[in-house]
């Protein structure tokens, strides 16, 4: 709810100054921690990318990872959207539990990689097919969009 986020001085995601915009390019990306055998999602700003990954090296993540994806969309909103498919593939199917302490940065956008890393080579994959339609969906809707400025 908006007025709850505004109660907590966050305020509303597409009116706020900073933060987090559907409409804007943006980067989501799947990090590693191999040592704890996690794996972690996230989204973020294009201009924000190296400011993410600095804050992930800092709970050690190995951020230069060969396992690490990293996609770019035209609009954040593919990004999220792809976020909460994977967020919801973990929880609802493959019934993983957030596996970075409670507390940590982005706990919640954790997983573990599974025996033999299955739980991410499995995400890997639902990642890149879903990866496939949001490509696809944008690149229509850009097609749209020069036609719309062409005429």
Not at 88 to 101: D, H, I, N, Y
């Amino acid at each position: 709810m908006i007025s709850d986020r505004t109660k907590h001085a966050s305020g509303c995601p597409q009116c706020s100054i900073g933060g987090f915009k559907d409409k804007e390019p943006a980067y989501f990306y799947l990090i590693v921690r191999p040592h704890d055998n996690i794996m972690q999602i996230g989204i973020t700003s294009k201009n924000r990318y190296n400011n993410r990954m600095s804050f992930h090296k800092g709970n050690d993540y190995n951020v230069g990872h060969s396992d690490n994806m990293k996609l770019s969309f035209n609009y954040g909103g593919s990004a999220r959207k792809l976020e909460t498919i994977i967020k919801s593939f973990w929880r609802e199917t493959l019934k993983l539990v957030p596996a970075a302490k409670k507390g940590e940065g982005g706990w919640t956008e954790t997983a573990s990689m599974g025996l033999n890393k299955n739980n991410l080579y499995t995400t890997k994959n639902l990642i890149e097919k879903e990866n496939l339609k949001f490509k696809t969906a944008e690149k229509k809707e850009l097609t749209a969009k020069n036609l719309l400025l062409n005429q």
